[in-house]
């Protein structure tokens, strides 16, 4: 009898313990809303791309005629003006031809002559009845051919001397020579290409920027957009520019399908090199000092276990709504929304600046509030951390 007395008073204390702790001991959960006030903001859109820095006009100097490089005048960034010799290749075989080609044009000057007498001849003795129509009209024939020939052999000398004036390599534009692919010494061969002697680019404080924009973006970007766009050279420093022209043929990679659109980038310190990678953010819609709220208050729908004794809930009509506390009320307040960026929402119509509307709650007080939260605030929607029971449950053991 005394053994069964022992436990069964030490049975009554262990379910006292618990009572207490997990009865009498919890605290009851109160729920406080956390707000935020309708501002005056700017809100923007934007669209991000990569892309890349390009000179606005550069052109690619080759030869149409081959030869041997003999002379190199520019180098590397070279600046250059328009006209101004920069190579030159070797004339001995141009020279060579153009010297046979004035030799046969004046073979053909002397055959014309004696063609042209002997024409002049048959003529005359054909208007007296001395010759025969068929000798009058083959001395004729022979004088045209001739003439033909004349022409032909001048034309021959023309080219000569056009393809001598090609050894002689100008610059076509006033710029700055980007790159160099040939050596004084080099053999050059125009017979099915032209060969690239040089690149020259007109002006680097004008710069331009050629940014790749997905075809989900490509509807919002237009002519004229404010950009913006950094490059990992200077990764402080944030470079302007706009949108000069959206290009309507597509590039597909990795089924990928991207637009190229064309940025202006003024580069009047000559930090933009070409070639750079410029990672651009073009703003599609900027809205200046408009009334908005955190989205976070759009996205809010209060429940009857947010709710303290009582307090109640008034709805509304409204697609868009945010929620304010009245008193012991929660009261909807439709509103009309225009752009948002993520956000922050502009609206309308339905609060003013200043108004301060409830964006979440928190839980104070309830058992199982994260470490470090003085306040003991937690979100009692949301489950607790992973492992919390099974630490708890170590401990026991």
């Not at 959206?246 to 310190?269: F, G, K, L, M």
């Not at 960026?341 to 994260?370: L, S, Y």
Request: proline letters at 4%.
């Amino acid at each position: 009898m005394k053994k069964n007395i022992i436990i069964a008073v030490a049975a009554i204390a262990i379910i006292g313990i618990a009572a207490f702790f997990f009865i009498g001991g919890k605290k009851e959960a109160k729920i406080s809303f956390e707000t935020a006030k309708v501002q005056t903001t700017t809100i923007t859109n934007s669209v991000t791309a990569t892309g890349t820095i390009e000179p606005v006009t550069s052109v690619t100097v080759g030869t149409q005629v081959s030869g041997i490089v003999s002379k190199l005048y520019v180098d590397y960034n070279s600046t250059v003006k328009k006209g101004q010799v920069i190579a030159e290749l070797d004339r001995t075989n141009l020279t060579s031809e153009l010297n046979t080609a004035k030799a046969n044009l004046s073979s053909a000057q002397s055959d014309m002559q004696y063609q042209r007498s002997n024409y002049q001849r048959y003529k005359t003795l054909y208007d007296k009845g001395l010759v025969s129509t068929d000798e009058y009209e083959s001395a004729k024939l022979s004088y045209d051919r001739s003439v033909e020939s004349v022409k032909t052999a001048q034309q021959s000398v023309a080219r000569a001397q056009t393809n001598l004036g090609y050894a002689t390599i100008t610059s076509p534009i006033d710029g700055i020579v980007l790159s160099k692919t040939v050596e004084e010494g080099q053999t050059v061969a125009a017979s099915f290409n032209t060969p690239e002697l040089f690149t020259i680019a007109q002006d680097l404080t004008n710069m331009q920027v050629v940014a790749d924009v997905d075809e989900a973006d490509i509807a919002e970007v237009k002519e004229g957009d404010k950009v913006t766009f950094t490059v990992d050279a200077y990764p402080d420093d944030v470079f302007h520019g706009n949108v000069t022209q959206v290009r309507q043929a597509a590039t597909t990679t990795n089924n990928v399908v991207t637009y190229e659109v064309v940025i202006s980038a003024p580069n009047a310190d000559l930090k933009l090199k070409p070639g750079l990678t410029a990672n651009v953010t073009i703003i599609t819609n900027e809205k200046a000092d408009v009334c908005a709220v955190p989205v976070k208050a759009l996205r809010f729908t209060p429940t009857e276990s947010m709710l303290q004794p009582g307090e109640t809930i008034a709805d509304c009509q409204g697609k868009d709504k945010v929620w304010v506390k009245q008193g012991q009320t929660i009261r909807a307040i439709a509103v009309e929304t225009g752009i948002s960026n993520g956000a922050m929402t502009e609206i309308t119509g339905g609060v003013k600046p200043g108004d301060i509307v409830i964006i979440g709650c928190n839980a104070i007080g309830m058992p199982g509030a994260g470490p470090g939260n003085e306040n003991g605030e937690s979100n009692p929607f949301m489950p607790g951390p992973p492992g919390k029971n099974k630490n708890k449950d170590a401990k026991k053991e």
